[in-house]
Structures are given as structure tokens and as C-alpha cells.
Nanobody, 115 residues
Framework: QVQLVESGGGLVQPGGSLRLSCAAS????????MGWYRQAPGKQRERVAT???????NYADSVKGRFTISSGNAKNTVFLQMNSLKPEDTAVYYC?????????WGQGTQVTVSS
């Protein structure tokens, strides 16, 4: 079992920045990939960015050049630095961890981009 706890969401003006954090606990040694997903009202959950245990990153086209995913020194934390935020980035952001063949999810943190 893996438990994920996100933090760092909030309200920001267009063009602003936010940094999301996710801390994993439990059976963290089996985690192969961690990432961030988001779900806007009325839309399906979509992948934002992922990072493997080896440090390989992948981004959705909509966030390339604006968002950066990274992991902490202990490898049980993952961050999402979000710059140049747009209103269309408004969503609940979820942390995800893939351990073995099981997907684990955090409870989500709200990000609202509005003036």
C-alpha cells in the first residue's frame, strides 16, 4: 500500500506560479513512476506530467515549457512547479504513483487560475 498526500494548491492570477508537492509513504520501494494528473469540471482526468524512478520525465503538450516535474532527494516526494499559469489550468490536481501494477492516488488539491 502507498499513501499519497498533496499540498500547495490555491488561487493564483493568470501568469502566476504555484508549486505542488506530493509525499508518498508506505511501500514506497515499489514505486516505478510518479506523476500529476488533473481533472477540470465536466472533463475527464488527464495526465499532466510523470517522472520515473530513473528520472525520465514526460509532459502533456499543453504544459510543456511551463510546468516542471521533479523528485526529492528521498525519491518519495514529487513536485510540480507551475509557471505562466492560464485559466485553463484550473482543475483538481492529483498525485499518482505506480507501484507494481497498481495505481495509487492522492486526495487531490484545487488549483484555480483567475483574476
Amino acid at each position: 500500500q502507498v499513501q499519497l498526500v498533496e499540498s500547495g494548491g490555491g488561487l493564483v492570477q493568470p501568469g502566476g506560479s504555484l508549486r505542488l508537492s506530493c509525499a508518498a509513504s508506505g511501500s514506497i520501494f515499489g514505486i516505478k513512476v510518479m506523476g500529476w494528473y488533473r481533472q477540470a469540471p465536466g472533463k475527464q482526468r488527464e495526465r499532466v506530467a510523470t517522472i520515473t524512478s530513473g528520472g525520465v520525465t514526460n509532459y502533456a503538450d499543453s504544459v510543456k515549457g511551463r510546468f516542471t516535474i521533479s523528485s526529492g532527494n528521498a525519491k518519495n516526494t514529487v513536485f510540480l512547479q507551475m509557471n505562466s499559469l492560464k485559466p485553463e489550468d484550473t482543475a483538481v490536481y492529483y498525485c499518482n504513483a505506480l507501484a507494481g501494477w497498481i495505481d495509487y492516488w492522492g486526495q487531490g488539491t484545487q488549483v484555480t487560475v483567475s483574476s
